[in-house]
């Protein structure tokens, strides 16, 4: 059962990684600018296949990821039940450098590079249900010379998401995403969810840009305490032996965040704890490759994370 929800979340993630998706907390129209850096620690490089689990050789790898995300609304509308129509531009660049040692083999690169760009537009269908579109792509390679970029690296996305308002807190969707990830334009389920409470605690869980989970309380004016759970990656697009290859990087984190607050604009939260497990391999660019029964994976190892949020 592990190893099938395992398959499902790295299949999920390595075919959305590159998807921006908007959510109701940019209705204050204001623009939102995100910067962060990770470090994985050093663990074993393993492979898994039929249930069994065995080392590759003496390989082992640590990574450093570093991301910045801006948000820009260009347009905002409340109708007179406060659900917004609204118009925004998502921009996100993110370069991993993976410290791999000891691979005898072409399984990991050392470096990923992904930028994008995604229009998106939210607006309310009626009482109960709000739309949510989004179009856009961006540039997923193993290097970072740009000159070394062609079409082979671009991956485009377009796709609808219908959204129920179950409750002020609560809102469950589903539609289809559009996107070229195995060379060719396929259609793909996309998932919503994004459950909130607020107060001096809060919980969240939301099912957007990856897995986000966390238990929140606040400390004082300026400070929150939080206990997280997410999932995170990037990808890069690629040749190997004359053939399209796609390359993920995926990290299941869990651990202790205090969040600094600054003003009511600027907020830096600190992240430490684990990486529960973190998939890396390369496979071709097919959709047979999806429902292979192997996969390539790093063990478990420290984290660690700072960031910093501005709203302007």
Known sequence: MLHMIRNFE????MLFAFIM????????????IEMKSEYIGKSDYRKSENEKSEKVGDSRGAAMVHQANITIPLSLRLNENKRPTLWAISMNGTYAKLDNKNLTESLVVDNILNIGINLSHLRPLNDRWSMLATVGGGIFMPDTDFSQAGLKNVLGNVGT????????NLDLGGGIMINNSFGFPMVFPALYLNWKTEGKYAVRIALMQGL????????????????????????ALLQQEGKDKM?????????????????????I????????????????RTLKSMFQDKEYYFRASPYASAGLKMHL
């Open 269 to 284: 939260p600190l992240t430490i704890g684990m990486n529960l497990w973190r998939p890396a391999q390369i496979t071709d």
């Open 10 to 13: 790295i299949k999920k993630t």
């Open 21 to 32: 998706v908007i959510s109701y907390q940019f209705v204050d129209a204001q623009v939102q």
């Open 212 to 235: 986000e989970m966390s238990l929140g309380y606040d400390f004082t004016k300026n400070l929150r305490l939080n206990l997280i759970a997410e999932m995170n990656g990037q990808t």
């Open 247 to 267: 390359f993920s990087h995926l990290y299941m984190i869990a651990g202790f965040r205090p969040e600094i607050k600054i003003g009511k604009k600027i907020s």
């Open 161 to 168: 998401v219908f959204i129920r308002h179950l409750k002020p």
